[in-house]
């Protein structure tokens, strides 16, 4: 069986969801995926990201990274996506690369992706969850599968408990408060294997 390929797409300003991205990426060439680690464009002034040093380090930081693009969307087997809250809603950078989505959808070239969604915001209740919900609800309009880690390994727990993807808190400091890295890379994994399962039933 090929291998399969999964894009891990994220917006971050800070890091913090690059850093959730980067884990997914290594946990799921841990298990054998062939991965894309991609940001979707900035949409924000330049002076914006002047002013906010944390902001303005992240950017330079991850000015390697590829863009993503439809192109890899259609490539993909699985993606998981990553992004923060904007009151409770997507950041409008990742809102505008799905909204952009419309020629594949329209193809029929979206359905069927194996898909799951993490995502941070500044306080434990600041939207983490509607967050991950309402990109789950962009992804059910492509027939898209959604894969929550739901309460299938103890790690969740230890994040914090949410069902949806992992979610994290950012502290004043810039920082992750609660310890995820083992269940982004759990949700990784299943993310992985139940792909894996759908490439396998295809053959």
């Known amino acids: 069986m090929e291998k399969v390929k999964l894009a891990v797409i994220y917006y971050s300003m800070t890091g913090i969801n690059y850093q959730l991205a980067q884990w997914a990426a290594e946990a799921a060439k841990e298990a054998g995926a062939e991965v894309r680690l991609l940001k979707v464009h900035e949409l924000a002034p330049e002076i914006?990201?002047?002013?906010?040093?944390?902001w303005k380090a992240n950017v330079e930081a991850t000015k390697e990274i590829p863009e993503a693009s439809s192109n890899d969307l259609d490539w993909a087997d699985a993606i998981i996506?990553?992004?923060p809250t904007r009151f409770g809603n997507l950041a409008a950078q990742m809102k505008q690369f799905i909204d952009l989505q419309g020629g594949l959808w329209a193809q029929g070239k979206l359905m069927n992706k194996v898909v799951s969604g993490m995502s941070s915001a500044q306080n434990p209740h600041g939207g983490q969850e509607v967050t991950i919900k309402?990109?789950?609800?962009?992804?059910?309009h492509w027939?898209?599968?959604?894969?929550?880690?739901?309460?299938t390994d103890p790690s969740i727990f230890?994040?914090?408990g949410n069902p949806y993807g992992t979610s994290v808190t950012q502290g004043q400091d810039g920082k992750m408060v609660e310890d995820v890295k083992e269940a982004v890379f759990h949700q990784a994994k299943r993310t992985i294997e139940i792909a894996g399962w759908l490439n396998k039933g295809k053959e």
């Open 81 to 83: 996506f990553s992004v």
């Open 134 to 140: 309402s990109l789950y609800t962009s992804l059910m």
């Open 48 to 54: 914006a990201i002047n002013n906010n040093p944390l």
């Open 143 to 151: 027939g898209a599968i959604i894969v929550p880690p739901g309460y």
């Open 158 to 160: 230890k994040a914090g």
